[in-house]
């Protein structure tokens, strides 16, 4: 789906002029209409709000019949950009930002080329444990006078 520019502005949380001037710099790719006007596709708004570090904001268009709906009973799900794929055999390590920690999966090559993961994608990190193990770091204990024993 292509966005004007000002609704690409809009869901970007940036001015109209401020991306026309990155349009004109050649910073975002647009597709011109026959009347010579910009538009944006919503990959590469994502694009450039994972370059912000930030997560799509606005909802894409309703689904299609080649989207597939899925709803999982997990809850711990957590929502990052993807920062790398790394391809080696028949695996892959992705590298996930989840605000400012980094998650990496390793996954079969499969996986991603069905997810079509890429640097800059959204993705979730779905976590199944049986054991959760909680930590955090300790104040140092108190030194205990030794006493004597008679």
Request: glycine share 8%; net charge positive; no cysteine.
């Amino acid at each position: 789906m292509f966005l004007t520019v000002r609704q690409a502005a809009a869901r970007l949380g940036i001015s109209y002029s401020t991306l026309k001037q990155w349009i004109f710099k050649g910073s975002v790719r647009t597709t011109l209409t026959e009347g010579g006007h910009h538009r944006i596709t919503e990959e590469e708004t994502d694009r450039l709000l994972a370059r912000q570090g930030q997560l799509p904001t606005s909802p894409r268009s309703s689904p299609t019949k080649s989207d597939k709906l899925v709803t999982i009973s997990g809850r711990n799900q957590l929502r990052g950009i993807v920062d790398e794929v790394r391809l080696e055999g028949l695996l892959a390590q992705v590298r996930l930002r989840v605000g400012d920690q980094a998650l990496t999966a390793v996954i079969t090559r499969d996986a991603v080329s069905a997810l079509k993961l890429r640097r800059g994608s959204a993705a979730m990190a779905l976590i199944k444990s049986t054991d959760v193990m909680i930590a955090r770091e300790g104040e140092p204990r108190p030194l205990r006078r030794r006493t004597k024993r008679s």
